[in-house]
């Protein structure tokens, strides 16, 4: 198996998972939480989605589809169209409303674009420093391990989230 068949297979058990969390909610379901401080399904998806979009964008010099493709009007939220979620505070956790669809259609769309991306790389592709900030640098290979990481995490969490809720224990 070559990196990017692993790759490819990794972002697709992301796929998986997030639909999981999301098909057959609805948006009350998606954005109940198990307390005032904690995350919904909704904000948790759109986070997930927002940072693989970012990162995916910014690892290989493209646009985010966020922006190019007309998402964050989508959307409609209350945040500058570069947010990402990260260090959201409760508040704006609870703004985050978005219906099943519109959230697995963006997530669809940051998952055909990074497939897109993925799929032709080479292993030395995965050597290429994408990120001089950290010591050290940020390689390609990297960086991906990294959005599959903290997309599995928030796509786990989601799935609890879905549970507790299933069984009534949410607001």
């Not at 198996?1 to 998986?16: G, H, I, N, Q, W």
């Not at 978005?98 to 259609?105: F, K, T």
């Not at 799929?119 to 390689?139: E, F, G, I, K």
């Amino acid at each position: 198996m070559k990196s990017a068949e692993l790759l490819t297979d990794a972002f697709a058990r992301v796929l998986e998972a997030v639909h999981q969390a999301v098909e057959g909610l609805s948006e009350k379901e998606l954005v109940a939480r198990v307390d005032p401080e904690a995350n919904s399904i909704a904000w948790l998806v759109w986070h997930l989605t927002r940072i693989q979009d970012d990162h995916i964008a910014d690892a290989f010099g493209t646009e985010q589809i966020w922006t190019s493709e007309g998402w964050s009007g989508r959307f409609g939220l209350p945040f500058p169209e570069d947010a990402t979620g990260f260090g959201h505070s409760p508040a704006q956790v609870a703004a985050v409303h978005a219906p099943a669809d519109l959230l697995l259609d963006y997530y669809d769309a940051v998952h055909a674009r990074t497939l897109a991306r993925v799929t032709p790389l080479s292993n030395a592709d995965l050597d290429r420093v994408v990120d001089t900030r950290w010591t050290p640098h940020v390689t390609l290979g990297v960086r991906l391990v990294s959005v599959i990481a903290e997309d599995n995490q928030h796509a786990g969490q989601a799935a609890y989230v879905r549970g507790v809720v299933e069984r009534g224990g949410a607001a």
